[in-house]
């Protein structure tokens, strides 16, 4: 698909609900022959009387929503740059509110990578719901830890709290030992060369951003993934439970991943491999 990809090839590319689940079927089975749909269900069969169902273990199962709706919601997600809120969905495609947030909801359970990160990586952490502060403590905040590779892909995860092990935990499951990390004077990060890894680190407290040859030690894409996610979240979404956070965190590490794609190609993939 092309990075011009719009709201009129989609419509030219799925007009029906029968459409949809070819582009599934046909997808999920690239090499099987014979098929043919079963008139008003869901499913293929053959000569032999074999049934395919091609929805199960998608996100569409259970659902009575029609899959163009499902499928236009999630072109809507991949046009938006600041997210798509459940009231959006509503009015656009039609439906319930509540229909339109479980759909929310099961598009974003898609936009979880599995990714790790090598090379030169940026490692920061942040609050989601209030100031920072230079405390492990967290009253009614949420904190995130978040790394991204110098022409690579993000990784954001909630956890629990900012203390050592916490963080350290994080950096050894998703960035290679080897790798050179940037980072912040938080405490934390003076271990990390104790597990393999190299290390600069700039001073935020006395106001220094950058430093090195070129100014080559900084911390400045990760923040600047932090203000993308913290203006969306307060724009569109305007209040997050923390129990759900994680998947807006995923919506926007998602996209920042597939930057150079396209999302609704890249989630069109995602509903038969949830893996990829």
């Known amino acids: 698909m092309s990075t011009k990809y719009t709201i009129k090839h989609f419509n030219n590319q799925f007009p029906d609900d029968n459409a949809c689940l070819d582009y599934i079927f046909k997808y ?17 069969t053959n000569s032999k009387n074999t049934h395919i169902y091609p929805l199960v273990g998608t996100i569409f199962e259970n ?17 938006s740059k600041n997210g798509v809120a459940a009231k959006e969905i ?9 229909t339109a947030w479980r759909m929310a909801k099961q598009i974003r359970t898609l936009m979880n990578d599995s990714i790790a990160l090598s090379g030169i990586v940026e490692v920061d952490e942040t609050y989601i719901g209030g100031r920072r502060r230079m405390s492990s403590k967290m009253s009614n905040k949420t904190a995130i830890t978040g790394m991204v590779e110098k022409g690579g892909g993000v990784i954001a995860k909630k956890i629990d709290n900012l203390q050592n092990h916490t963080l350290l935990n994080n950096i050894k499951k998703n960035v290679k030992r080897g790798s050179y990390l940037m980072t912040d004077e938080w ?4 271990r990390i060369r104790h597990f393999g890894y190299q290390k600069g680190a700039v001073k935020h407290s006395r106001k220094q951003w950058a430093k090195g040859k070129d100014n080559f030690i900084h911390t400045n894409t990760i923040e600047n993934f932090w203000g993308q996610l913290k203006r969306s979240l307060s724009g569109t979404y305007h209040v997050v439970s923390p129990k759900y956070l994680q998947l807006y965190v995923d919506e926007f590490a998602f996209r920042y991943n ?7 190609s890249s989630l069109l993939k995602k509903i038969v491999n949830k893996d990829l």
């Open 187 to 190: 405490p934390a990060y003076k």
């Open 63 to 79: 659902s009575s929503t029609s899959l163009r709706s499902w499928f236009y919601a999630m072109f809507l997600f991949s046009v």
């Open 90 to 98: 509503e009015r656009h495609v039609g439906v319930s509110y509540k």
């Open 28 to 44: 999920k089975y690239p090499d099987l022959k014979g098929y043919y749909r079963v008139k008003g269900r869901k499913c293929y």
């Open 258 to 264: 597939h930057q150079h794609a396209f999302v609704f």
